[in-house]
């Protein structure tokens, strides 16, 4: 018998692990081994999904605002801004940004 095949022989015979098929999940992570890096990727892009969510969001209720005073309206007319089609163009994004299908399994 050669070296080799003394030191990768077991003294018990085969262990009973041998035969097991190799897993592909990982207890301690509850995932897959083929899922961990798109995890990863995937609770980033769930962060920038709601990001972007609440900054339209936020922008419509900003130009609201800003259209509801005065100084808003002066402001907007002498930088020739038409704010109620500002209104309406973040109610077109919020609606298209709605569709995503992204939204629904996130």
């Given at each position: 018998m050669k070296l080799k095949d003394l030191l990768s022989e077991n003294v018990l015979g085969s262990l009973p692990s041998s035969k097991l098929m190799k897993m592909k999940w990982n207890p301690v992570t509850d995932k897959t081994l083929n899922e961990a890096p798109a995890v990863r990727g995937l609770e980033k892009l769930k962060d920038?999904?709601?990001?972007?969510s609440d900054d339209i969001y936020d922008i419509q209720t900003n130009v609201k605002n800003v259209l509801g005073t005065v100084e808003g309206?002066?402001?907007?007319?002498?930088?020739?801004?038409?704010?109620?089609?500002?209104?309406?163009l973040f109610k077109q994004l919020k609606s298209l940004f709605a569709k995503s299908k992204l939204g629904k399994v996130l």
């Open positions: 920038n999904y709601y990001g972007i309206e002066e402001w907007a007319k002498n930088n020739n801004i038409n704010m109620a089609k500002e209104i309406q």
